[in-house]
């Protein structure tokens, strides 16, 4: 149905708005990812991220910062609605850019405790030693949910490949997927997986 | 640690080939599965997460300096301006809306951000029953642009009002739309730096049923075009 609006009494005129018809009923002609919602600073993006990644990303801040792992993981969530415009949605899923981003923040936290007087006579810890923990403790779970992303097919072979140590020949056996077929689910999964790990590579500020 | 036996595939040279090119997460893959476990977060956390993220921030402070720091906007705009809501009502009430070209700096000082009025203007009403009233003006601060919603408007119960950007076609139809976000009667809306404000020219807010559906409702109550100030 088609609905021209018309000024209400009082605004006529006087208003300086212009005063377009408009079609009421209508359907957004393509669905947004949640990643272009996000990016477009639809909040209700980031209520969803939340819910849906939060748990993720609080787990992951307290294998890497311990008990205050909800306030880390809070300032990641903060960090990345702010940087929203860094991210880039061609090129990986949100949840690589939080954890990305729960890495550095809990990175920024340990440096921060450590640089306080340590009390109890602790040894303080090396700060290198533990950006580097962090870094593989990250990247191995973006790997991770970056491969339970590929299709079905992909996933498969790449996890035959990986977590069962099988050669190409093997999967293709196991599989009856002719060889060529499985080289290129492993080069294109790989790819993939590469871009994710860049995307939680890059810094939200 | 974890490297397998090169000799598997020594003689294929495609695995040496990927072997180079994506050697490190290769190494890491075989290294499993993370075990990490999810945490369930508390009660409290989202409203928190929400507290820091409302409202548009500028940064107020020598635009020279290194170390200005972030304010709210809501601050900082009272700070200058003493009471916004108060300006805002009056305009309205006069329901004829002048705009004001002005950078609205009340500082002789040259530290502070100016807030350029860029364009304003009530939104139609588009139930003729309705008696509320939406006005919008549209700032730019210091290249960030921003929306100024007044509106007396609050969400009913089972349900949001979101606010919109519109792109019209040229039989005036919907192109495309931007979320700018839920709002809860008057505040200060973001718009991201992408935004092409030429085509996205029409503000909408729309009734938003808790469904949990991100598109249009196709339920509007307010829209209109800002005036150029």
Redesign the interface.
């Known amino acids: 149905m088609t609905m021209t609006?018309t000024?209400?009494?009082?605004?006529a005129l006087?208003?300086?708005?212009?005063?377009?018809?408009?079609?009421?009923?209508?359907?957004?002609?393509v669905?947004?990812t949640l990643e272009e919602?996000f990016?477009?600073?639809?909040?209700?993006?980031?209520?969803?991220a939340?819910d849906e990644y939060?748990?993720?990303i609080?787990?992951?801040c307290?294998?890497l910062v311990g008990r205050d792992?909800?306030d880390v993981?809070?300032q990641a969530?903060?960090a990345a609605?702010?940087g929203?415009?860094r991210f880039d949605t061609g090129k990986g899923s949100l949840k690589s850019w939080l954890a990305g981003i729960a890495r550095f923040k809990s990175i920024d936290h340990l440096r921060a405790i450590n640089r306080r007087p340590q009390s109890t006579g602790a040894e303080p810890q090396d700060l290198g030693e533990m950006q580097a923990d962090a870094s593989?403790?990250t990247?191995?779970?973006v790997?991770?949910?970056a491969?339970a992303r590929l299709s079905d097919e992909r996933r498969v072979v790449?996890e035959l490949a990986?977590?069962g140590?099988m050669?190409?020949s093997e999967i293709s056996d196991k599989l009856s997927m002719p060889l060529g077929t499985v080289?290129s689910h492993?080069?294109r999964g790989?790819e993939t997986?590469?871009a994710e790990?860049e995307v939680s590579h890059e810094q939200s500020s | 640690m974890n490297s397998r036996p090169d000799n598997r595939d020594a003689n294929d040279p495609e695995m040496a080939e990927l072997e180079a090119e994506f050697g490190s997460i290769m190494r890491t893959l075989r290294e499993g599965p993370h075990d990490i476990e999810p945490v369930a977060a508390s009660a409290g956390l989202w409203a928190k997460i929400e507290h820091d993220i409302s409202g548009p921030h500028v940064v107020v402070g020598d635009e020279e300096s290194s170390d200005a720091t972030v304010v709210s906007l809501d601050s900082a705009r009272e700070r200058r301006w003493g009471k916004p809501a108060a300006i805002l009502t009056a305009v309205a009430a006069a329901v004829l809306l002048v705009a004001v070209p002005v950078g609205l700096s009340l500082g002789s000082d040259g530290a502070d951000v100016d807030d350029v009025l860029l364009a304003s203007g009530d939104l139609d009403v588009l139930d003729a029953a309705d008696d509320q009233s939406a006005v919008v003006e549209l700032y730019d601060t210091d290249g960030n642009l921003w929306l100024d919603l007044d509106t007396s408007r609050a969400a009913g119960d089972g349900e949001f009002l979101e606010l919109w950007l519109i792109e019209p076609d040229a039989n005036g139809e919907v192109a495309d739309l931007i979320s700018l976000g839920f709002i809860d009667g008057s505040g200060a809306y973001d718009i991201p730096d992408d935004v092409d404000l030429e085509r996205f020219s029409v503000v909408d807010i729309s009734v938003e049923p808790d469904d949990g559906n991100p598109e249009h409702s196709g339920d509007s109550i307010h829209r209109g075009i800002p005036n150029s100030a």
């Open positions: 609006v000024s209400p009494k009082g605004l006087e208003t300086p708005w212009r005063i377009p018809s408009w079609t009421v009923g209508y359907i957004r002609p669905p947004a919602r990016v477009a600073g639809d909040e209700l993006a980031l209520r969803e939340f939060g748990p993720l609080i787990g992951l307290r294998r792992a909800e993981a809070q969530f903060v609605w702010n929203r415009s593989r403790v990247d191995r779970m790997l991770t949910e491969l790449v990986f977590y140590d050669t190409h080289k492993v080069r790989l997986l590469r790990l």
